[in-house]
C-alpha cells in the first residue's frame, strides 16, 4: 500500500522563481495537510482541506504561498515569488475524518517523505 | 515550536536498556495525542496514540503513558535498538480541530 507520495524530493531554485510542490494522499483519506519543518521553527501546519475544501489556512506565511487540492487524489502548495526564508523541508500528510455527533474528528495523520526546498 | 537540530535535547541510552522520552503539553482540551518517531531525511513515522479516556496504552515495544492531571505523556520503548535513533515528536489535538501541535522533539542516541 503506497504512503503519502510527494515530489519533488528535492528542489533548488532562485530566488523570485515559481516553485510547485505535489502531494498525493493515501487513498481513501479525506483530509491532507501540508507542514513546514526549519531548524528554527519545528513543525508548523500551513493548512489542511477536508474533502477537496480548505479548512484552515491561518499557518499560510503570507500571499506568496498558495495551495489548492483539485481532487481528492492531488494537492499542490505553490511559492510565488519564492524567497531565501522559504527554505524548509515541505511535509504533506494525510488522514480519514469522520463526524460524530456532529463533530469532526481526525484519525491519525500519515506523513510523506517531504520536499527539501533551497532557495537561493 | 522548538527548533529541530542543533538544540534538541538529546537522551543516550545503551542498546538493550529502556528509553523513556517525556512531553509535557499545555492545552488541557486536548483529547488525542500521538508519538511520531522522525529519521533523519524522512517524514515523521506514526508510532502510537493514545486518546485522553485511556492513561496507557501498549504497542510493540513500546508504550505512551498519559497523566492529565499534570498534562504529562510519556513513550516507552523496550529493549532500544540502533534502530531506534531518531528524533521523538508528541503531538496533541482536540479531536475537532483536526491540527496537530508538535512538542519539542527529543532525540534518541542509542548506543552500542
Known amino acids: 500500500d503506497a504512503g503519502v507520495i510527494q515530489s519533488p524530493r528535492h528542489e533548488v531554485t532562485e530566488m523570485g522563481q515559481e516553485v510547485t510542490l505535489r502531494c498525493k494522499p493515501i487513498?481513501?483519506?479525506?483530509?491532507l495537510f501540508w507542514y513546514r519543518q526549519t531548524m528554527m521553527r519545528g513543525l508548523e501546519l500551513l493548512i489542511y482541506?477536508?474533502?477537496?475544501?480548505?479548512?484552515?489556512d491561518s499557518g499560510m506565511p503570507e500571499d506568496r504561498f498558495s495551495a489548492k487540492m483539485p481532487n481528492a487524489s492531488f494537492s499542490t502548495l505553490k511559492i510565488q515569488p519564492s524567497e531565501p526564508r522559504d527554505s524548509a523541508v515541505y511535509f504533506c500528510?494525510?488522514?480519514?475524518?469522520?463526524?460524530?455527533?456532529?463533530?469532526?474528528?481526525?484519525?491519525?495523520?500519515?506523513f510523506g517523505p517531504g520536499t527539501r526546498l533551497t532557495v537561493l | 515550536g522548538e527548533s529541530v537540530g542543533l538544540h534538541l535535547p538529546t537522551l543516550s541510552v545503551q542498546e538493550g536498556d529502556n528509553s523513556i522520552i517525556n512531553c509535557a503539553y499545555s492545552n488541557s482540551a486536548s483529547d488525542y495525542f500521538i508519538w511520531y518517531k522522525q529519521e533523519s531525511g524522512k517524514g515523521p513515522q506514526f508510532i502510537i496514540d493514545?486518546?485522553?479516556?485511556?492513561d496507557k496504552r501498549q504497542g510493540q515495544r513500546v508504550t505512551v503513558l498519559l497523566n492529565k492531571t499534570v498534562k504529562h505523556l510519556s513513550l516507552q520503548i523496550a529493549a532500544t535498538q540502533p534502530g531506534d535513533s531518531a528524533v521523538y515528536f508528541c503531538a496533541e489535538t482536540t479531536g475537532t480541530a483536526s491540527k496537530l501541535t508538535f512538542g519539542t522533539g527529543t532525540r534518541l542516541q542509542v548506543t552500542l
Open positions: 482541506f477536508n474533502n477537496n475544501v480548505p479548512i484552515d
Open positions: 487513498s481513501g483519506h479525506n483530509s
Open positions: 500528510a494525510s488522514s480519514f475524518s469522520g463526524f460524530i455527533d456532529s463533530r469532526l474528528w481526525t484519525d491519525t495523520q500519515y
Open positions: 493514545i486518546r485522553s479516556n485511556m
